[in-house]
């Protein structure tokens, strides 16, 4: 990596970028060729160090997201009803929940997080077939799918594969992880049913609202390895942002990290053996009309590792199938809660956020359907209003 550093001190960060990336070997590469220090473009300028807000954790305040037993779902009473309720109360309050008893075995579970291990700790010359940025392919692996774009590089590398809608050729898929990925999917679109059942109940819908408008025709599965950090203060495992789709069922190991913003505070959300972790993402705060939230999450990167997670996002992709169009659900809007955001296809969202970055989705101003209500307007807005405007008139009428 010294390469990127010129004789007269300055450091060429796009060189290092594009140096590292070549290696194809991600940032487990790094940890197995021995590195001590954090390459540049790992060391964040505004890093945890100065952030204030991010010193809470659930232990020290005994804060922690609510946790939902599917167990009773099934039973008669009113266990269904409280469910629901719970539901309803999580996705408005925190955008989290984690949930218990949802009958996937442990032995699943176990052997999906070591398969996505297996395949970051595979020989480095066959994982480096599956290298690559271009987001249309079903499955690849890279360090960062946004590494080019944004100043956070995080020490992470993470495969991807889009599982659903079909067709998926499984031999698509890494042989070391195949036969798991086929079964735990399985599962997840058992679980995935049952949860937009859930959620659309706690909307006041009809229990198959959310899967008759297709919320889980996509699966976007995305197998995270966190290598250990030498300088773990100085970098993110994974930073500050929301997830695009519907909803997220993430499994992670027993390692911890995860944190999720809640109430201007951030908290850790302690590994609970045997649990999913569900997070509501940017399409579904978009559907409906913000009655449900998206919120901010990030992973903290730290000495002890590898930590590895799998998250099973409910979107569809880029692919040129995914045409239907998302906006406020109706029965949700009324004329004192008219629709916050225009309507969009979930491969439009995704490019956005190639495109510009997106972390965070409150912030991406192209969502709205009447900016300025809720957008500040602030002085990068009101310049480019300014510039827009003289650029119409006629050069000789402003002189
Ligand atoms: C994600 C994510 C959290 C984790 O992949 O979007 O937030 O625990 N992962 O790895
Ligand atoms: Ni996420």
Known sequence: MMEADHEDGSYDRNKELKLFDETKAGVKGLVDAGLTKLPKIFVHD???????????????????????????????????????????????????FQVVNHKIPQSILDEMLDGVRKFHEQDAEVKKEFYSRDITKRVFYNTNFNFYTTSEVNWRDTLYCLLAPGPLDPHQLPSICRDVIIEYLDHIKKLALTLLELLSEALGLEGNYLKDIDCGEGIFMVGNYYPPCPEPELTWGLSAHTDMGFVTILLQDQVGGLQVFHENQWFDITPFPGAFIINLGDMMQLITNDKFMSAKHRVVAQKVGPRVSVSCSLRQHVQDECLRMYGPIKELVTKENPPIYKEMKMPDLVKLSEKFNIYNFKNSHVLYLNKSKYLPLNFFRLTIIIIGFCSRLPIRKII
């Open 46 to 96: 505004n890093h945890k160090v100065n952030d204030s807000s991010s010193s809470s954790s659930s232990s020290a305040t005994n804060v922690s997201i609510p946790v939902i037993d599917l167990g009773s779902l099934h039973e008669e009473g009113n266990s269904r009803h409280e469910i629901v309720q719970k539901v309803k109360d999580a996705g408005e309050k925190w955008g989290f």
